[in-house]
């Protein structure tokens, strides 16, 4: 068995179709993975899984949201390494310590085009900074993220595929659980 993190795009629980937790870590259970815990978000779950690969269960968790709950929606699954080795890979480490909740991450399928890097780069404002490494960008949003052109529809518009954010403060949260 190995820990997993898996990052649902666009999933609450409350409002126009909401999921609850435990829905979802009953749907976890039925697919045979193991002690499900939600995370700080409401598409935050960390689990135990056989040895499968990230992929196959992004496409397993997508299929069985959608066939079980009705929730069509895309999963970013990620292995407590890779969690680990993601928050060491962050270029804004005294960012991060000083404005955690100003710093993002963006979760991708898969690693970004360097093009579509420089456009989103050039894109920035009010010294935002961005930076890629492997399949996650991170965005320093000094001035907040709240006003920022910078967001997930340019983003998605740009990278030309759909992705998931997280404030590093709920990254570390996450990292949290998965010693936990």
């Known amino acids: 068995m190995s820990l997993h993190i898996a990052l649902l795009r666009g999933v609450n629980v409350a409002g126009a179709g909401p999921v609850t937790a435990q829905a979802l870590s009953e749907l ?5 993975l ?16 056989p040895e499968r690969t990230g992929a196959e269960l992004q496409a397993l968790l997508e299929s069985e949201l959608h066939g079980r709950l009705g929730l069509r929606t895309d999963v970013y699954v990620r292995t407590a390494e890779a969690w680990r080795a993601m928050i060491a890979a962050n270029g804004f480490a005294d960012f991060a310590e000083t404005d955690p909740g100003w710093l993002t991450a963006i979760f991708l399928k898969d690693a970004a085009d360097r093009k579509a890097v420089g456009v989103l780069r050039a894109a920035a404002r009010n010294q935002e900074q961005v930076r890629a490494e492997s399949r996650q960008l991170y965005i320093a949003y000094p001035n907040g993220p709240a006003r920022s052109k910078l967001n997930n529809a340019l983003i998605e518009k740009t990278l030309g595929g759909r992705v998931t954010s997280r404030p590093w403060t709920s990254v570390l949260a996450l990292a949290d659980m998965l010693d936990s």
């Open 34 to 49: 193991t002690s499900p815990r939600s995370g700080p978000g409401a598409g935050d779950l960390v689990f135990e899984s």
């Open 28 to 32: 976890l259970e039925t697919l045979g």
